[in-house]
């Protein structure tokens, strides 16, 4: 199967499951917004329960903030979103399709990579054991030629993206014969910038009312409260503040499901430091933000860093974390050095004094920053493509079956057990009601009584439940279960006694912070 139908029924199991809806669906959706359903809803809380606690649990030094949405127009000024935060639009002239001329270069450039790692596949499977990947790279004329392509692509993509050179971003479109993917063809208009906040009227009538945006990133709410934070909490440098929020973009080309929605949440976590350590920290955040990734205990190979060539405007140094994705691999996490940009900006703007008095050294600065930021929305379609497996099973009869089972970290799973009595007679539901009752505290249990066993397995795989247990005759009489594995499907025998203890060590959170 290739890896768009895998995405697409990936797409399809969100909704069949509970997990994902197109917003307002009854009137035919709204383009790229989405909405969270019952299962859904509680695998984004645990995704938000990791990050926060992995912040403010266990860094005594990081805190906590719940900004508003909505905040002072003069902020949008001071950080640059309203007259820097644009994105380049490219109409096709024959599909009359509209494209961000900087992500048909990034495919591009996308490209390029991709056929440096098939050439190096394939010759990773032809000598085998013997193979001397440095040596390939250096020496093989294919590799070397996609190298220097894509080296060139990327130095002439960086210029024209720091300088805003809107013809250059037209011509290298031009040059490198980049078609429309719809119309095939490479007839284009000029390139135009496009705001992408969203904005509304504050105040009852239009005459009194003020313009102001929905925010289109949290970090703006975490900077303007720096003082406040640091203030109140009597914070000493470095320290962090952790936000969890919804940012809002007009996103010109919302494609690939929640990857890239008009609103998302985001996980910011800004941390104040001393000018000078900014790229210690930024290295540190860097290894500790992809451990977080890697604890989850996806495949490894899945993830990687990007580091920028090209900067924003506020950044010294900057990187991605990327995920391979079944449209290839993709930014979900953003690091950033983003050095005195913010503070100094408020500063200038608001008129008020934005600098830390430091003891040990002192003198007072206005502090930098290395930020953390990651979407939540992308950061759950990761780990739903992760998670999500088709296996063919062998049946008793010699048969094939074949299941979908989420394989989610049970940490995050939305439901940890499932409660199923093996028949609706014989006070069997009776029974594992009163199981479910006295786990339901310690974490999330879901009782179904429908359909035969195998079938509501099959259930639970699809939402990816860690646990379940049947309640059978048996139970009556010794207070035993039996607990099938998702994973392996073994079952075996258990008290009930032992449940609780059993399963809440394992579907914690904790467990997952504990690796970090
Ligand atoms: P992209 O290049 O994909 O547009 P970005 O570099 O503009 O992303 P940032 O401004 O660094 O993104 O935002 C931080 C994180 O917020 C991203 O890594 C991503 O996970 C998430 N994010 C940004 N835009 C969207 C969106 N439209 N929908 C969902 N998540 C988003």
């Not at 984004?44 to 005594?60: A, C, G, P």
């Not at 929605?261 to 985001?266: A, I, S, Y």
């Not at 990187?319 to 979900?332: C, K, Q, S």
């Amino acid at each position: 199967m290739n890896q768009e139908d895998v995405f697409r029924k990936l797409i399809s199991h969100c909704k069949e499951y509970g997990f994902i809806f197109p917003s307002s669906e009854i009137y035919d959706g709204l383009s790229a917004v989405y909405d969270y359903g019952q299962n859904g809803a509680e695998l984004k809380n645990n995704i938000k329960k990791y990050w926060w606690d992995s912040m403010v649990l266990l860094n005594e030094e990081v805190v906590g903030l719940d900004a508003a949405i909505f905040m002072h127009p003069m902020t949008w000024k001071a950080s640059g979103h309203v007259d820097a935060f644009n994105d380049p639009l490219i109409d096709n002239k024959d599909s009359k399709k509209r494209y961000r001329a900087d992500m048909l270069i990034e495919e591009k450039l996308a490209k390029y990579d991709d056929k440096i790692s098939r050439d190096i596949n394939k010759a990773k499977k032809r000598f085998g054991a013997d193979f001397d990947e440095q040596q390939f790279v250096t020496t093989n004329p294919r590799v070397l030629a996609n190298r220097e392509k894509l080296d060139n692509l990327n130095k002439r993509f960086a210029r024209a993206m720091n300088d805003s050179d809107l013809k250059e971003l037209k011509q290298i479109i031009i040059d490198e014969e980049i078609a429309c993917p719809v119309s095939g063809s490479k007839n284009w208009t000029d390139v135009r910038q496009f705001n992408l906040m969203f904005s509304t009227e504050m105040g009852s009538t239009a005459e009194g009312a003020s313009t102001i945006y929905l925010r289109p990133e949290t970090a703006q709410g975490i900077f303007v409260n720096y003082l406040n934070v640091q203030k109140t909490g009597r914070m000493k440098l470095p320290f962090g503040i952790a936000q969890i929020g919804k940012a809002f973009r007009n996103e010109i080309v919302a494609r690939q499901f929640i990857f890239r929605m008009r609103e998302f949440e985001q996980m910011e976590m800004q941390y104040f430091i001393r000018p000078g350590s900014e790229l210690e920290f930024f290295e540190n955040w860097k290894q500790r933000r992809m451990k977080w990734h890697k604890a989850l205990g996806f495949n490894e190979d899945d993830y990687r860093f990007h580091d920028h060539d090209k900067l924003a405007h506020y950044a010294n140094a900057a990187t991605d974390i990327e995920f391979r994705f079944p449209f290839g691999f993709r930014e979900v996490e953003g690091i950033h050095s983003r050095t005195d940009y913010d503070l100094g900006a408020h500063q200038k703007y608001s008129g008020k004094k934005i600098q830390y008095f430091d003891p040990e050294h002192n003198e007072s600065y206005t502090p930098f920053v290395v930020e953390t930021s990651i979407g939540l929305d992308r950061m759950f379609l990761q780990i739903v493509t992760a998670a999500y497996h088709e296996e063919t099973l062998k049946k008793d009869d010699g048969k094939e079956d074949q299941r979908v089972v989420m394989k989610l970290p049970p940490a995050l799973a939305p439901v940890k057990l499932a409660v199923l009595p093996l028949t609706k007679k014989d006070n069997l539901p009776e029974k594992a009601r009163k199981i479910m009752y006295d786990l339901k505290f310690d974490f999330n249990c879901q009782y179904e009584e429908k359909d035969s066993i195998g079938r509501r397995y099959r259930r639970q795989d699809a939402i990816g439940t860690p646990y379940c247990i049947t309640i059978d005759h048996q139970t009556l009489k010794d207070d035993t279960v039996t607990v099938r594995y998702r994973d392996s499907m073994e079952q075996e025998r258990v008290s009930v006694e032992s449940l609780r203890e059993n399963i809440k060590e394992k579907v914690d959170i904790t467990t997952l912070l504990k690796k970090l």
